[in-house]
């Protein structure tokens, strides 16, 4: 959120493999022959996907850029997939939940449910605008933990949150894995789905929610990091004392991808419109980014661009319209 200092980590999984093909296979219960029908299959944060059949088969066009597979299934364990080849057709075999009874308050924790609820909404679906227009419906399903003393939030959900988001025009179907809030750090993993609402394509109103959600998001500046534009979008980057450097200094790349090269702690100024300050830090290992916005786990942000949550996301296929200017009344 704006004025805000804490660090957020948002946790992605990738795949190193890609290719304009059909990926097929079949999902099974772990440990049996036994198909599970209905099961979800998608590449997390598209618009891409499907449900397996009434044999527990799935087909599926692969992305033409590195974006995890994952399945997903009501009371199992999703599954995510790093690589896939086409040419391979997939057994995926997803591991049944133990179930758990919701606990029954015997004592005041310190945090009332409304608190609870006030604070997760903020950190996991966000405060811009678009945030403030999502509607978690089936947020009665959310469970709370509290821990006083380490001022600690959990969060979990044994069904996939369904999330509508008015602005930006979509829904969102996020499997949460886990939600951990303190006051100084927010730290969520999941997988997620977007379906676009039927009348938002050509709704003018929401093509410029878009539009203006895009500007200065991690997406953007990924995108314009990858195709080595960043001037042209709006984003200068630095290390110390503003020393401008390029996306050549700190980016490496193999055959079709790229990464951003280990131990980078990067500065991020985006000036167009308003001037907004963010940081970059990569890990040990380079961390791969894609054409399309997409980033992996190596990455972590803090500043302005930390504060994008889901309310502030869009799909993968998005792509704001040829020669608009965004801020254009």
Not at 40 to 58: H, K, L, P, R, W
Not at 70 to 77: A, E, F, K, L, P
Not at 253 to 258: A, R
Not at 304 to 312: K, P, T
Request: some cysteine; proline content about 3%.
């Amino acid at each position: 959120m704006p004025g805000r200092t804490g660090m957020i980590i948002l946790i992605y999984l990738l795949p190193f493999w890609s290719f304009a093909q059909t990926l097929r296979g079949t999902v099974y219960r772990e440990g049996t022959d036994s198909v599970l029908v209905g099961a979800s299959v998608y590449f997390g944060g598209s618009t891409g996907g499907t449900i397996t059949n009434a044999q527990g088969q799935f087909a599926l066009e692969v992305k033409a850029d590195p974006i995890p597979l994952v399945i997903s299934y009501i009371g199992y364990y999703s599954v995510t997939i790093n690589s896939y080849n086409p040419l391979q057709r997939l057994k995926v075999y997803l591991k049944p939940k133990q179930i758990e009874l919701k606990e029954v308050a015997v004592s005041y924790d310190g945090m009332s449910r409304e608190q609870k609820m006030k604070i997760f909404l903020r950190e996991f679906i966000g405060a811009s605008e678009y945030a403030k227009s999502c509607v978690i419906n089936n947020a009665e399903d959310i469970d709370f933990r509290y821990d006083k003393k380490e001022r600690r939030l959990s969060a979990s959900c044994n069904a996939p949150l369904d999330i509508t988001n008015k602005k930006l025009g979509y829904t969102i179907q996020y499997f949460l894995d886990s939600f951990m809030y303190t006051p100084d750090r927010t730290l969520y993993a999941g997988n997620f789905i977007f379906k676009e609402d039927s009348e938002s394509r050509n709704n003018r109103k929401i093509r410029r929610n878009r539009a203006l959600a895009y500007e200065g998001s991690r997406m953007q500046f990924i995108r314009s990091l990858w195709k080595n534009d960043l001037e042209k979008a709006g984003f200068t980057i630095y290390r110390k004392r503003y020393e401008d450097i390029s996306a050549d200094t700190i980016l490496a790349s193999t055959n079709q991808h790229k990464y951003l090269l280990s131990g980078q702690k990067i500065q991020v100024l985006y000036k167009q419109n308003r001037m907004t300050r963010s940081q970059l830090t990569v890990g040990e290992d380079h961390a791969l980014i894609g054409r399309n916005g997409f980033f992996d786990t190596r990455l972590s942000w803090s500043g302005a661009m930390a504060n994008q949550r889901i309310g502030d996301l869009l799909p993968f296929e998005y792509e704001p319209s040829e020669g608009s200017t965004l801020y254009k009344k």
